[in-house]
């Protein structure tokens, strides 16, 4: 089974930083692009930032570019996301997610992590 837990979140001040990881297993790891989401109360989930298998290419929502870096270490089966200068509107449960399109599917299976709670207040 498909499995990805993510660990790292808690409270933190404004203009602070934390670091997210996401540990994945039932992959290939080095096989798939990884992605980070957030979602806030009363508002839709959101692509944060995202990474791709070969080569190192990521990409960013406009709210988090230049404070957000998604990186990725095949070694260890791990995804991370460095928040730093965190703003109160970036509070959020984070999800790792994974997709996976199996053979003949129109539509990818979508796996999540459980979620971590990042809470930027004063």
């Known amino acids: 089974q498909v499995q990805l837990v993510e660990s790292g979140g808690g409270l933190v001040q404004p203009g602070g930083s934390l670091r997210l990881s996401c540990a994945a297993s039932?992959?290939?790891?080095?096989?798939?692009?990884m992605s980070w989401y957030r979602q806030a109360p009363g508002k839709e989930r959101e692509l944060v930032a995202s990474?791709?298998?070969?080569?190192?290419?990521?990409n960013y929502a406009d709210s988090v570019k230049g404070r957000f870096t998604i990186s990725r270490d095949n070694s260890k089966n791990t995804v991370y996301l460095q928040m730093n200068s965190l703003k109160p509107e970036d509070t959020a449960v984070y999800y790792c997610?994974?997709?996976?399109?199996?053979?003949?599917?129109?539509?990818?299976?979508?796996?999540w992590g459980q979620g971590t709670q990042v809470t930027v207040s004063s």
């Open positions: 039932g992959i290939t790891f080095s096989n798939y692009d």
């Open positions: 990474i791709i298998s070969i080569g190192g290419s990521t």
């Open positions: 997610n994974v997709d996976r399109w199996p053979s003949g599917w129109s539509s990818p299976i979508r796996y």
